[in-house]
C-alpha cells in the first residue's frame, strides 16, 4: 500500500525558514520521481517542486524557486522541502507524492504569520 506522511510544518514569521519532511512506503522510492504539492485555503492544489529518481535534477515553480529546495534521501525513503524567506503567501497544505502514484497524505500545514 503506498502511503506518505508529510511533517515539518507550523507557524513561522515572514522571511523565516522551515524544513518539510515526508516518508514514504509501499513502492520502490529510489525508482520514483517525486513533487511536492500545496493547497492554500479556497485555491487549488499547486505544484512546486519536483525531484528526479537520482536526486539530481530539480524543477521548482517559479512562485518557490530560489527559495524551497527539494531533496531525499533513498536509504531512508524519506525526502525533505527546505522553505526560506517564506512568505504569507506560502501558507498552505504541503503535499508530497509519487509521480507514478495517485495516492496523497494528510499533509502539513504551513502558516506563515505576516
Known amino acids: 500500500q503506498v502511503k506518505f506522511v508529510e511533517s515539518g510544518g507550523g507557524l513561522v514569521q515572514v522571511g523565516g525558514s522551515l524544513r518539510l519532511s515526508c516518508t514514504a512506503s509501499g513502492f520502490i522510492f529510489g525508482a520514483a520521481v517525486l513533487k511536492w504539492y500545496r493547497q492554500a485555503p479556497g485555491k487549488e492544489r499547486e505544484f512546486i517542486a519536483r525531484?528526479?529518481?537520482?536526486?539530481?535534477?530539480?524543477d521548482y515553480a517559479d512562485s518557490v524557486k530560489g527559495r524551497f529546495i527539494f531533496s531525499r534521501d533513498n536509504s531512508k525513503n524519506t525526502a525533505s522541502l527546505q522553505m526560506n524567506d517564506l512568505k504569507p503567501e506560502d501558507t498552505a497544505v504541503y503535499y508530497c507524492k509519487a509521480d507514478r502514484y495517485n495516492t496523497w497524505g494528510q499533509g502539513t500545514q504551513v502558516t506563515v504569520d505576516s
Open positions: 525531484i528526479d529518481a537520482t536526486g539530481r535534477r530539480k
